[in-house]
């Protein structure tokens, strides 16, 4: 059985190369493949000599183009998805890898603690929570964690993913809707935290609107409107 961890990464330098090392320090993790969203800093370099397979996207796809674009390409059993600035914190994975290797679960979603610095006002985490709630019926910890492991039937499920940062919660909603068995894992990981400043605002922004709109599109879907 061979099982996968797929780093969706940009700008990463200085964090994306401990996720790497920390992965494949994981019983059982075959591979590790990085996806390099048209960084400008040495990410992909840095990934490449921590032993990832490195893929470069031609222009920056965003997470979930990313994904779209590679994982079809990939063999794996099952699969393992964590963000690049992890860091020495993504060695954990093993804990959300841990019941879907066991069959106890279709998706394992790693939960986070509280933040560890003041950034914005839980908006963009409470439309993806409550868009769980309301179009799905499951109530998360963490909506919007990256972190996660599953199958390959899953993923064939919930694949493809939606473009932006609406992976997260299109695929949760997406996988209770097919009647998976969807766990969150408490973890200890951490990772870059956004501000309160204007970059992270603009982040938070756009986060918040690529969620509305996964959100939406199901509500439509599903005939909610």
């Given at each position: ?198 970059a992270g605002f603009k982040h938070r922004g756009r986060q918040f609107l ?16």
């Amino acid at each position: 059985m061979r099982t996968v961890a797929v780093v969706p990464s940009y700008e990463e330098e200085g964090s994306v190369g401990r996720t790497v090392s920390s992965l494949l320090a994981i019983p059982g993790v075959d591979e590790v493949v990085v996806i390099d969203d048209y960084s400008t800093d040495l990410s992909a370099r840095e990934a490449a000599g921590e032993g990832a397979t490195v893929v470069v996207n031609g222009a920056n796809l965003g997470k979930g183009g990313s994904l779209n674009r590679v994982l079809p390409h990939l063999e794996f059993d099952f699969l393992l998805l964590v963000d690049g600035d992890l860091g020495d914190s993504a060695r954990e994975a093993e804990m959300i890898l841990a019941p879907v290797l066991a069959g106890e679960a279709d998706l394992a979603i790693a939960a986070f603690g509280p933040a560890r610095r003041k950034g914005g006002f839980g908006i963009a985490q409470g439309l993806g929570g409550m868009a769980i709630r309301m179009l799905a019926g499951g109530v998360m910890a963490s909506p919007l964690s990256g972190q996660r492991a599953m199958t390959h039937r899953t993923y064939e499920r919930v694949a493809p993913f939606e473009e932006g940062f609406g992976v997260e919660v299109g695929m949760t909603v997406d996988a209770l809707r097919a009647g998976l068995k969807v766990v969150e894992v408490e973890t200890g990981m951490y990772h870059r935290e956004t501000g309160r400043d204007l970059a992270g605002f603009k982040h938070r922004g756009r986060q918040f609107l690529d969620i509305l709109r996964s959100a939406l599109k199901r509500l439509f879907q599903s005939g909610g409107i």
